[in-house]
């Protein structure tokens, strides 16, 4: 205890400690802040942010095999104690699905009914690319998670992301072997959805509360809103594709909130959507010279969507 | 021990506060979840250097600093500089505010690191709502801050104990 306070000058900054030093990095630390407010875009941020990822996957990944683990084994304990309830539920959910799958089947055949008309044209297939989630950013203001896949598994910036549930956000930063994905609730999020039963699309607003808000609503008609309708990704920009389940509506009129079906404490195993939307060329005649929004060229749509996310 | 051996302690030991701050950024990073996510991870790097700036700033020189904040800006995805300038601007007020820190009780340092934690959120705060346009909620931070608040006894103690145990040992 006696030593402590003493000046030895022994650590590391025996040579280089001054206060001159230390105002010109405070000087540099806001001079960086304020860049990256104009351009946060630069590619010497982007390289950057890729490169740290890329260096620093192999670390994350070695620690978060073990966290998961623990985190897998506590909540094994905590099941075992709600192990009769959960039984009885699941049991019900299973009921309802049986009856959902039935459903589904008999509508499979009469899609199949009419995809086979003439004309028709089936819609790109997105591949998903499987990932695991190897780090997340314990940051009130910056809501993240970083996954082991990069460009060498194709994954790109701006595609979607999803786990079981479902969406969870879209990927911002694609290293070689590792890829931020930026969450739905951060505050720089925005995807394009539409609220099915309301006929209406919106932007998906993240406000780092764990519920993001529709907050542009576009619609034709008097739409009406109500809690429990389904909200999905409306593909307008033509970088993700239509219809991956995002959440509930929450509260109708007013501030409009989304309760995600994803649940990012729990989220591990994720799968990067890579969908590249059909070029104008070898879309149906159908679409030629009326020109749907949603059938722009990818090039042109992508940098819209670039746009609206405000991605960086 | 060898001379060469000897050096490669004395420079290890000399880098134990920089490393036990990029330890603490590499936790920011990790899918921790305590708690079903229910506790916030602490902001460990604000621990590491409020307590070296206090008891001995050249074992964190403002370099070290820099570094720490700069990489968790880059892991965390946050704006570029902003972690930095927060840790920069925390050591800035403690270093000046040195003289009244030593030799006080603990209690009193607590209380000091208190305040740090307070404004360090505050700045970061009007920073990211400044910058996002938005008036932020407040509340997902102070429990942060509180986290790391309620740790900083027991890792201000452990830092202690390796300081004048380890680092200072001839």
Redesign the interface.
């Known amino acids: 205890m006696d030593y402590l306070g003493q000046d030895r000058r022994e650590g590391l900054g025996r040579k280089a400690n001054s206060r001159v030093l230390l105002f010109l990095l405070i000087l540099v630390s806001i001079f960086l802040l304020l860049s990256s407010l104009y351009s946060a875009q630069a590619s010497v941020f982007q390289k950057a942010r890729e490169g740290v990822l890329d260096a620093t996957s192999p670390i994350l990944e070695l620690f978060s095999g073990p966290i998961a683990a623990v985190n897998n084994a506590i909540g094994y304990v905590s099941d075992y104690f709600s192990v009769l309830e959960q039984n009885k539920a699941l049991r019900d959910e299973n009921a309802e699905l049986r009856q959902w799958m039935n459903e589904a089947l008999e509508l499979r055949t009469v899609v199949a009914g009419y995809e086979g008309l003439a004309g028709y044209q089936a819609p790109p297939v997105a591949k998903p690319i499987s990932a695991y989630v190897i780090g997340e950013s314990n940051d009130v203001f910056a809501k993240s998670m970083i996954i082991n896949a990069g460009r060498r598994q194709s994954v790109e910036s701006g595609q979607a992301v999803v786990d079981a549930d479902g969406m969870i956000g879209r990927i911002v930063n694609a290293g070689a072997n590792a890829s931020r994905v930026l969450l739905l609730t951060d505050v720089q999020s925005r995807v394009p959805v539409y609220i099915e039963g309301a006929d209406a699309e919106g932007i998906l607003v993240g406000r780092t509360r764990a519920r993001p808000a529709i907050a542009v609503i576009d619609s034709p008609d008097e739409i009406e809103i109500r809690p429990g309708q389904r909200v999905l990704t409306s593909g307008a920009g033509g970088v993700l594709p239509r219809g991956l389940p995002i959440g509930l509506i929450e509260e109708g009129n007013g501030d409009i909130t989304v309760d995600l079906y994803a649940n990012y404490v729990r989220t591990r195993l994720v799968r990067v959507i890579n969908y590249s939307f059909p070029a104008i060329d070898d879309a149906s005649p159908l679409i030629d010279g009326a020109s749907p929004a949603g059938a722009a060229g990818p090039e042109s749509g992508r940098a819209d969507a670039r746009a609206a996310a405000g991605e960086g | 021990m060898g001379y060469r051996a000897e050096n490669l302690l ?1 420079m290890l ?3 134990t ?2 490393l036990l701050g990029l330890f603490g950024v ?8 305590l708690v ?2 229910h506790l ?2 602490p902001i460990i790097p604000l621990v590491v250097v409020f307590f ?1 700036s ?13 570094i720490i ?3 968790q800006d ?9 972690w ?2 927060v840790y ?2 925390t ?2 007020v403690v ?1 000046s505010q ?1 003289s009244y820190f ?2 006080r009780e603990q209690k009193v340092v607590w209380l000091g690191f208190t305040l740090a934690a307070v404004s360090a959120s505050l700045m ?2 009007l ?2 709502s400044l ?2 346009g ?1 008036l ?2 407040l509340g ?2 102070l429990g ?1 801050m509180a986290a790391t608040i309620l740790i900083y006894p027991l890792f201000g103690a452990a830092f ?1 104990e390796l ?2 145990r380890v ?2 040992e001839a």
């Open positions: 004395n030991k000399a880098a506060p920089t590499l936790v920011l990073s990790l899918p921790l979840r079903e996510g916030p991870t070296w206090v008891y001995s700033p050249d074992y964190m020189p403002s370099p070290s600093v820099f904040g700069l990489l880059l892991l965390t995805g946050g704006p570029l500089g902003l930095a300038s920069l601007v050591q800035f270093t040195r030593l030799g970061l705060w920073v990211m910058m996002s938005v932020l909620p997902g931070l942060q202690r300081h004048s680092l200072l």
